[in-house]
């Protein structure tokens, strides 16, 4: 199935393949998310930064792993592995997202852990507001706003409708309008551009990440602040 990212019906209406987000699981935590499944998955403690290199120019992302530790361990673990060298931005959706991290190319790929055999799937990571740790595995409403929301340069995991499928696609907020800002609770913001942001505007599906790496500190001149 396609990992997408989609708020609105009217995206629906012009965006073949978008899909709205389901509505958060009742019942007991999801095995997906449980605390014995979280201890299993990569996790970030601190703040890290991470250089893109395309072919339209470097793009850096701070990630928040005291936010996100899930989430940004995950895309921080895929990193050192070199997953994402070479891998194109498969879908551009103007004053809406890029996104890429997809080994198909094509929406439906994901990582494949070499020592599962299986694809590495991560759950749902929102921390609203004032909340000591983040809510894992169900949609958080609206009423409550996150800690890291979906701003102009927010960096996000795509996932198919299931909270608990998000695996190595990523995608990045092209603006701060209100489509973007539905997307809030629904999808798991885990860092944002610091440099380059002029690059993410100019990419363009079938541009390529041709190099991915760990950063030690924040690159000169970026001003890391919050959206």
């Not at 928040?64 to 989430?71: F, Y």
Request: with cysteine; net charge positive.
């Amino acid at each position: 199935m396609l990992r997408l990212c989609a708020s609105a019906l009217a995206l629906l209406l012009v965006i073949p393949g978008l899909a709205l987000a389901v509505d958060p699981p009742s019942g007991p935590l999801p095995a997906a998310a449980s605390p014995d499944r979280l201890k299993t998955l990569p996790q970030l403690a601190s703040k890290a930064y991470v250089k893109l290199e395309t072919t339209k120019g470097a793009i850096v992302l701070e990630l928040d792993g005291p936010n996100a530790p899930v989430s940004a361990g995950n895309f921080l673990d895929l990193v050192k592995r070199k997953f994402y060298d070479g891998l194109v931005f498969h879908r551009v959706v103007p004053d809406f997202v890029i996104q890429g991290g997809d080994p198909k190319g094509n929406g439906t790929g994901g990582f494949i852990d070499p020592a599962t055999g299986r694809e590495r799937t991560i759950p749902l990571e929102i921390k609203p507001t004032g909340a000591k740790e983040p809510v894992y595995g169900r949609i958080v409403e609206p009423t409550t706003p996150p800690v890291l929301p979906h701003a102009k340069g927010a960096l996000a995991w795509a996932r198919e409708n299931n909270p608990n499928s998000a695996s190595s696609q990523f995608y990045i907020a092209l603006s701060d309008n209100p489509s973007i800002r539905a997307l809030d609770g629904r999808y798991a913001v885990f860092g944002r551009v610091v440099s380059g942001m002029e690059v993410v505007a100019n990419i363009r599906a079938g541009d390529k990440i041709l190099k991915a790496t760990e950063a030690s500190v924040p690159p000169a001149g970026s001003v890391p602040k919050a959206p």
